[in-house]
């Protein structure tokens, strides 16, 4: 612990309850690791869509304003009341950000697993990730080889185990084949690599010819656009050519779950003899895990009677495969982590980056192509 | 067979590509029975809402008009086009209806088991019940003991079944209470015999203070009318009271299955302590059995990630659950036909009634506490 400071900075996010969002960076204490935890230099963390649910919340960037000193930044924003009601429980709670990231232990605990990853290069996974330092348990950081880097290693879980996780799903659920929408983002362009290697059928949905390119040139075969005139007979053919029956769906509200679904049921009923008032007995299932869309999902009677449509979080996932699956799902993760799992990031940021208004409108719009990575070490 | 005619009636359905829904008797062979098969003369068939589905479809009632004559009744009615779309496969096909009901067997096969149903009083699931005379393997019936007749074993099958269902469902996927729409049906009111016979916590909830008062009589200790203001808080406080987090709703379109799951959500919440940006953890279920309300399901984003919605259908559940399921559950149909099975009808109809267009437009119209009772043998 000799060399290490006696703090280090934090990203918080603190929604007040006059309903206003406050991102800031706070000085913590770094704490003598215990005997199975490890303090990990943070050098790399990506901001995904997931991460941006907790740190932006309802607030409305659109309005917001800059504030702090250039060392210590601040911004402020504006919640609507209807986004007060959805922040619930968090309101006046200043909370640390950051699912998953990547950097090198610099402190272990006594015990000799502790010791056994100090120096080492580790993937974490334990949020706060927006920090300097973190303290982990040895079972939240997964050693990466030598040949990696922080920045290599970043993404190791979020995406890799939340796409290996649709597919798992697909088998488990007893279907053969699947749809993505947001199809050319980073995770479905991971989603993608793993099917084609794998070899199953995936529709790909996406919203703009510029994502259809994207695919294409990852050699996806089979990719629709929702805001083709003929889409939903395009999304029919697709999936009687693939019997898909299963679709995981970043989106969430509006009507593109009951699309599928309606869809689904179209194409199974095209390969269904006689007539049954319930509609096709193919079960149908469309996964929500991402709420690009905040308006209510939308699902029409023509979906038939075997149909369902729920939401799908990757850590119930996690629970439900088990330790044996567990091992078995990140060794495949650090061996493809140069191919499959490669995640590409567009901008790195530092800290106080990060709470620069123009940098977080940036980070905050999604943009299909663009993917921020922190850098707390910078 | 002497003793036979050798044809019988036969209601039939036929929604014809031109989009018109023709209702009309037909006259069918009475053909010897394999040595497995029964011929039953039917005298009691519900006209239950899953009826009415394959029967009237998406036949437009109110515009309907009277033809044939007073022996051979025949009931016309336009097909809109948006309704010609959902009648899909079944276009131009004669069909025969009825789910369900009972009558007397009047001839067996050669079998043992066959001849030893001869003269019984059966109850029978086989479809196309809405006939003088319905040929069935042993396997579609259900041997009733000598003091129940036809009437009272007419329903045997799709209310006591999609009932005692929705508990074992509850049961299996870890629930302990449960919520039903639509709460004052007759299959409602089984419902809160079967939960009150087994201490089991049922939230009820009706349209109409009529439909609250059939419920008190009976003893239901949770109702909630969605035609209330309070109705949001009421369901809320009735969820946190009992722990319901699982729902079988028959309405199926607009907000009633998103306001439930809302409800569930805000009722977990209150009982979770921390801010998690996904929602409570609880699994929170609707299952969709009916389609009193045909416009699309929508569920709002404020129900977290852990929830579901699908369909629910009997003949699926009973597969899952097995023979020795089946078996268990048609034991206590039996043994309960006069309490907690019993079926209340307001009218008796011949086949010729069926085919009245004023009595059609009263059964098609689905009012609480109004049950047709169909025999075919007046």
């Known amino acids: 612990m000799a060399d290490l400071p006696k703090t280090g900075l934090q990203v918080r996010t603190l929604i007040k309850s006059e309903g206003e969002l406050e991102l800031s960076l706070a000085e913590v204490d770094i704490k003598e690791p215990g005997p199975d935890q490890v303090i990990v230099r943070v050098e790399a963390a990506p901001i995904n869509p997931s991460d941006l649910g907790l740190l932006i919340g309802a ?24 986004g007060m009601r959805a922040m619930g429980a968090r ?126 040139d990852l050699g996806a075969k089979y990719i629709v656009n929702s805001s083709s005139e003929t889409f939903m007979s395009d999304l029919v053919d697709a999936l009687v050519e693939t019997g898909a029956t299963i679709a995981f769906d970043a989106v969430g509200g509006g009507p593109l779950a009951g699309q599928i679904l309606i869809a689904m049921e179209s194409a199974a009923s095209k390969k269904a003899g006689g007539y049954s008032r319930y509609g096709s007995d193919t ?45 078995r799902l990140r060794k495949r993760v650090v061996s493809e982590l140069k191919t499959t799992f490669a995640s590409h990031y567009t901008k790195e940021i530092s800290l106080r980056d990060m709470l620069n208004l123009d940098v977080a409108k940036a980070y905050d719009a999604k943009a299909t192509g663009e993917k921020y990575l922190l850098n707390p070490s910078l």
Chains 1, 2 share one sequence.
Not at 101 to 116: I, K, N, R
Request: with cysteine; net charge negative.
């Open 59 to 82: 607030g409305d960037l659109s309005q917001a304003k800059q504030g702090g000193s250039e060392d210590r930044p601040v911004i402020t924003a504006p919640v609507p009341p209807a």
């Open 91 to 216: 309101v006046d709670q200043s909370m640390a950000a950051g699912n998953e990231g990547a950097g090198v232990v610099v402190a272990a605990g006594s015990s000799d697993a502790a010791q056994a990853l100090m120096g080492k290069t580790v993937a974490c996974l334990g949020g706060e990730m927006y920090s300097e330092y973190r303290k982990l348990h040895i079972s939240q950081c997964m050693e990466l080889p030598d040949d990696i880097t922080p920045r290599e290693g970043a993404s190791c879980f979020v995406n890799p185990l939340t796409s290996l996780g649709m597919t798992e799903t697909m088998r488990m659920e007893g279907h053969t084949a699947l749809v993505h929408t947001a199809a050319a983002s980073n995770l479905g362009q991971m989603l993608n690599r793993i099917c084609i290697a794998d070899g199953i059928d995936l529709v790909n949905i996406v919203r703009k010819p510029e994502q259809e390119k994207i695919l294409k």
């Open 283 to 327: 079960p149908k299932q469309v996964y929500v895990y991402g709420r690009l869309d905040l308006s209510p999902t939308t699902i029409p009677p023509g979906v038939g009677m075997s149909w369902g449509c729920g939401g799908w979080l990757l850590l119930p996932f996690l629970e439900k495969i088990g330790a044996e699956g567990n091992v």
